[in-house]
């Protein structure tokens, strides 16, 4: 598996977008191969995506956390829970760390893909850095949680957005 980490400066989150191909209306669905195998269409849910905009307070990440579960619960994807609550909060406790100002958490699910990222308002670059006691692991676990994983600055210096992807396989 490879992973990249990389900066793009586009300032729109969305023009990554992976293209969810569309099936015909006319398509035709196989035949079961066997009376008691009733075949299962494999069908990609539609794409959705949620915004949690959040005041600079700590308790603001547990809050976050709590709705990831109940939305990842609400769309079948239960296998990403736990993964996703970890990226989340090392995400979001960087963004209440380190900055002044509110932040938000943006979840998007599109075709195979689950991204998950969070803007605040220092379109600094994100940093790792050594481990020493309890910090400098947040990107570290990011880096080896995710399958994918950047950051770009929001509109030159409105801010910055850092984003990761899981891959995404409903029940």
């Not at 794409?47 to 949690?52: A, I, M, N, R, S």
């Not at 989340?88 to 689950?114: C, M, V, Y």
């Not at 400098?136 to 929001?154: E, K, N, P, S």
Request: glycine letters at 8%; proline letters at 11%; hydrophobic letters at 30%.
């Amino acid at each position: 598996m490879t992973r990249r980490t990389h900066c793009e400066t586009s300032g729109d989150p969305e023009a990554h977008r992976p293209v969810t191909p569309r099936r015909s209306r006319h398509s035709h669905r196989p035949q079961a191969a066997h009376p008691s195998r009733p075949h299962r269409e494999t069908r990609m849910p539609a794409p959705w995506e949620y915004t949690l905009y959040i005041p600079h307070d700590p308790r603001a990440v547990g809050i976050c956390r709590r709705a990831l579960r109940d939305i990842l619960t609400v769309h079948h994807l239960p296998a990403l829970i736990e993964p996703a609550e970890l990226l989340a909060s090392e995400l979001l406790g960087n963004a209440i760390r380190h900055t002044d100002g509110p932040a938000a958490l943006k979840l998007r699910q599109s075709g195979p893909s689950f991204r998950l990222g969070a803007w605040d308002t220092d379109p600094t670059p994100p940093t790792t850095t050594q481990p020493h006691g309890e910090t400098g692991r947040g990107l570290h676990l990011v880096d080896a949680y995710a399958d994918d994983w950047g950051w770009f600055q929001v509109n030159g210096t409105a801010g910055k957005y850092v984003w990761c992807e899981l891959k995404a396989v409903p029940f």
